[in-house]
């Protein structure tokens, strides 16, 4: 079992930044890929970002060039560094830990985005 620790949310005004951090913990060994999604009310979940246990990093097209994500494999952690934030940008932010064939989430941590 892996378990994961989001933290880092909160309110922020538009073209603001905040960093989300996502701390595994537990059988940890072999987690290929950790990465962020998140959902909005009344929408789907979606991507934001991923990030190989080799550094390589894949973004949704809507936040390219404003959000890098980032991993600390010693620390067993990952970042999402969000900047120029828009009001579209809030949403429920949950890590996610792919482990083998099993993919974890962590509880999520809210990011509000006012204008």
């Known amino acids: 079992q892996v378990q994961l620790v989001e933290s880092g949310g909160g309110l922020v005004q538009a073209g603001g930044s905040l960093r989300l951090s996502c701390a595994a913990s537990?059988?940890?060994?072999?987690?290929?890929?950790m990465g962020w999604y998140r959902q909005a009310p009344g929408k789907q979940r979606e991507l934001v970002a991923t990030?190989?246990?080799?550094?390589?990093?894949n973004y949704a097209d809507s936040v390219k060039g404003r959000f890098t994500i980032s991993r600390d494999n010693a620390e067993n952690t990952a970042y999402l560094q969000m900047n120029s934030l828009k009001p579209e940008d809030t949403a429920a932010y949950y890590c996610?830990?792919?482990?083998?064939?099993?993919?974890?989430w962590g509880q999520g941590t809210q990011v509000t985005v006012s204008s």
């Open positions: 996610s830990a792919l482990q083998l064939s099993r993919l974890y």
């Open positions: 990030v190989t246990s080799g550094g390589s990093t």
């Open positions: 537990g059988r940890i060994l072999s987690i290929s890929v």
